[in-house]
């Protein structure tokens, strides 16, 4: 902003960025794997202009689908991107559907049937992880506690639990050498990026704890009608909140239709 103008830094954004796809051995490349004669070195290709979409007032929508259509957005994915950017193992999966690179995606009236069950079984298993985990799962912040977080589990990657932090320094766990399904599929049904200090056990440190039950033994999903989140200190073992809001926070942005309000 200059002098509550906003237009003057639109227009140094729009005449400075560029965005165009990366060139293997051009700018931007280590020259580190140059040496170990992974890549050769290139010349940039001409950059095209940049397009800018103004988007000021315009109403659009995150949440991905979770019915049938949801498939149809993965497979749009896979139409729009390089194959050599998505992973193997999930391209082989989507290709047992029918999602292919450079393939048509129409599944009969049987296969249809197939997918739409699948889906609907797969949003509410999720969002029950999400909501109603079960004690076993280990995600409560103390034993019969309603907080909990996920990420203590299998750390930020879902495979390691992150270091204990102690008065004699930093104890870390062995890897695992296994993915936490359950707890990766928690954090992705509510929520959209991920970061080691989500789940870091430092004293004061902010940690996700967050809490859609009054009690464990209590309720149920029909009264989810309000869901809380807040902030607490891993030093604090009864989970009283260190920070409160009575406004939507964005960071607690769900595709559940129980979500209103975090306090």
């Avoid at 359950?182 to 940690?207: E, K, L, Q, W």
């Avoid at 809490?211 to 607490?232: D, N, P």
Wanted: proline fraction near 10%; hydrophobic fraction near 35%; include cysteine.
């Amino acid at each position: 902003m200059q002098n509550d103008d906003p237009k003057p830094t639109v227009a140094l954004v729009k005449k400075t960025l560029k965005i165009y796809p990366y060139t293997s051995g051009a700018f931007g490349t280590s020259i580190a794997t140059t040496l170990e004669g992974k890549v050769k070195l290139a010349v940039n290709p001409p950059t095209p202009a940049t397009k800018f979409i103004e988007a000021s007032g315009k109403a659009f929508n995150t949440i991905p689908p979770t019915d049938y259509t949801f498939y149809e957005t993965i497979n749009a994915l896979v139409q729009e991107e390089l194959a050599v950017v998505l992973d193997p193992e999930l391209m082989g999966q989507l290709a047992a559907i029918g999602i292919v690179k450079g393939k048509p995606f129409a599944p009969d009236a049987r296969m249809k049937k197939i997918l739409t069950d699948a889906v609907n079984v797969a949003n509410a298993t999720a969002r029950t992880l999400n909501m109603n985990p079960r004690e076993s799962e280990g995600f409560a912040y103390y034993p019969g506690s309603a907080w909990f977080n996920w990420l203590f589990v299998g750390g930020y990657n879902f495979e390691t639990p992150p270091p204990m932090v102690t008065k004699d320094g930093i104890k870390p766990f062995p890897p695992t050498g296994a993915r936490t399904l359950n707890s990766r599929t928690t954090m992705f049904i509510g929520y959209t990026g991920i970061t080691p200090a989500m789940c870091m056990r430092v004293t004061d440190h902010n940690t996700w704890s967050p809490r859609w039950m009054q009690t464990r033994t209590t309720s149920t999903v029909g009264r989810l009608t309000r869901s809380r989140c807040r902030r607490v200190s891993p030093r604090r073992t009864s989970g009283r909140s260190s920070c409160t809001t009575t406004r939507p926070v964005p960071c607690c942005k769900r595709a559940s239709p129980f979500r209103k309000w975090a306090v």
